[in-house]
């Protein structure tokens, strides 16, 4: 079955002159063509179900029909099936094209069914590069995803820079990927805004057909192999993280003019993903080289830090706020001028959380770390000195004792204790999350359970404090009636919580026997 390795980046339509200015391709003219593409389906959108898509490609006057199964995507890069030849339109003769003995006979059967379900219509520019010791076909496409007739229904805009792997090494890939993204300075700080692309032309297309908004979407669980070496466990869930913050990122745009804010979901699923990558980071320390894990850690430290502070604010006026509101029984509401001032710290965080993750560094970034984490799983990491399912099982145990510890320390040490308890808690709920398919699902299922209510608990203390900085940071003009008011119903809550408090520690501090220690 022939394999295409391809890696694919999304282009911000303002970087598209400089890229066109890469001494890269203006060493050779473009190959320019027209590209009319139709994909067909079932009505019920069965080649979709399977992650399979059958097209018909219209260039000059030829027709070619291609078929791409499911393959692995991830950090742009995917790996796929796929045959092509040319083809009378409208005839589908699967039989003659796909060599697969299982999938032919599948497509066949289903040839009579197929319909037209949606269109691309793009001018493609490529050029073939030598690269190191590799031969990749770079191929720019501009154009647009339609639905319905050619007379009007919805489309999307496709700027897209695709990186084919003829022949080489896959990491030269990201290395062009990385040249090209410097910009024709080859200087970071004038970058392009060039993001791997997690969709392919056909699932968004196919997601424009069905009417599908864009949806914050939630962590997987992770499918790990008892045998496993850890530094390949590592390479599995590190890349497992990166799809799910990439997944989110399209939601967190700028504010508009008119002050708009996008779905708060998306911005808490970044900021998920990486707590769970930088608890893996830690948690696999031992099997990664020492200057990997130190550059990475602090790389995504600082990009969590301001996405922190963005969701903080989010918390503040979707909750705190609201609950307040309610809670007050006041009919007016806040005063106008408090909620302006909040409303615009409010939107400064968000659109420094939207320029951090659409801007050319986190694209750099984006592409270095996942070129670094193939290269992690292209070493032969050598004999494991113990299998991953006893190795996890010690790693989470260690986990449950510096908990019991810090339980105990939060018991005498006030609100920095608690503060201190509550990652603590976060770091050993996100490890026993990336290694639970390797653990005992009893012992987990237990201890997830009681980690769940204490980090419920903690993580209300935690706003509720947040919310009372962020009131006391307020300027003094705003600091009247109103605000003591919250001020006063804040601390009151935190009052009738705290009690609540020790027996939870007790229970954390027997924590080391709930996981792990079998």
């Not at 994909?39 to 219209?58: G, K, P």
């Not at 770079?138 to 647009?144: K, T, V």
């Not at 319905?148 to 090494?169: D, H, Y």
């Not at 408090?338 to 615009?344: G, R, W, Y």
Request: glycine residues 8%; contains cysteine; proline residues 6%.
């Amino acid at each position: 079955m022939p394999v295409e390795t391809e890696l694919k980046l999304e282009l911000h339509p303002d970087d598209l002159p400089r890229l066109l200015e890469h001494a890269l391709l203006r060493a050779q003219p473009a190959h320019r063509e027209r590209l009319f593409n139709t994909y067909f389906d079932t009505s019920t959108l069965a080649l979709r179900a399977q992650r399979m898509a059958v097209r018909e490609r219209r260039v000059g006057r030829r027709t070619l029909l291609t078929v791409k199964t499911a393959g692995t995507s991830v950090g742009g890069l995917s790996r796929r099936g796929e045959w092509e030849a040319v083809c009378r339109p409208g005839q589908f003769d699967f039989a003659a094209l796909v060599d697969d003995e299982a999938l032919a006979p599948q497509l066949t059967q289903v040839a009579w069914q197929l319909v037209p379900v949606f269109r691309t219509d793009f001018t493609r520019r490529s050029w073939t590069v030598r690269h190191g010791e590799a031969v990749v076909e770079l191929a720019l496409d501009q154009g647009f995803i339609t639905t319905g007739t050619a007379g009007g229904g919805p489309r999307q805009r496709i700027l897209e820079l695709e990186l084919e792997l003829k022949s080489g090494p896959v990491d030269a890939l990201f290395d062009l990927a990385h040249t090209l993204a410097l910009g024709p300075t080859g200087q970071a700080a004038n970058g392009l805004r060039l993001l791997p692309a997690q969709r392919s032309k056909a699932e968004r297309g196919y997601a424009l057909f069905s009417g599908e908004r864009l949806q914050p979407v939630k962590a997987s669980p992770i499918a790990l192999e008892v045998d496993m070496h850890p530094v390949l466990a590592f390479r599995a869930v590190a890349l497992d993280c990166l799809a799910h913050l990439q997944a989110n990122e399209r939601g967190v745009w700028p504010p508009g003019p008119d002050g708009h804010l996008p779905e708060p979901e998306f911005l808490h699923q970044c900021r998920v993903a990486l707590r769970r990558l930088r608890t893996a980071l830690r948690v696999f320390r031992g099997h990664l080289p020492r200057r990997f894990v130190a550059h990475w850690s602090s790389e995504w430290r600082l990009v969590a830090r301001v996405l922190g502070g963005a969701r903080d604010w989010d918390v503040f006026v979707t909750e705190r706020l609201a609950d307040w509101n309610v809670a007050s029984g006041d009919g007016a509401g806040p005063p106008a001028d408090f909620l302006a001032h909040v409303h615009a710290l409010r939107l400064d965080a968000g659109r420094r959380a939207a320029d951090v993750l659409g801007g050319s560094a986190h694209a750099l970034r984006l592409l270095a770390f996942t070129r670094a984490v193939f290269a992690l799983g292209a070493v032969d990491p050598g004999p494991s000195r113990r299998p991953l399912a006893a190795w996890a099982r010690g790693a989470v145990r260690e986990r449950h004792l510096a908990l019991a510890k810090a339980a105990r320390v939060a018991r005498r040490a006030g609100p920095e204790g608690r503060h201190a308890l509550r990652i603590v808690l976060k770091k050993l709920r996100y490890a026993q999350e990336l290694l639970a398919s390797v653990l005992p699902s009893k012992e987990v299922a237990r201890s997830t359970a009681m980690l769940t209510d204490a980090q419920a608990l903690l993580g209300h203390l935690n706003d509720l404090s947040t919310a009372q900085a962020l009131l006391a940071a307020l300027p003094p003009r705003l600091a009247g009636a109103w605000v003591q008011r919250w001020q006063e119903a804040l601390a009151e809550e935190l009052r009738l919580e705290l009690p609540k408090l020790p027996a939870m520690e007790r229970a954390l501090e027997r924590t080391e026997r709930r996981c792990g220690d079998r």
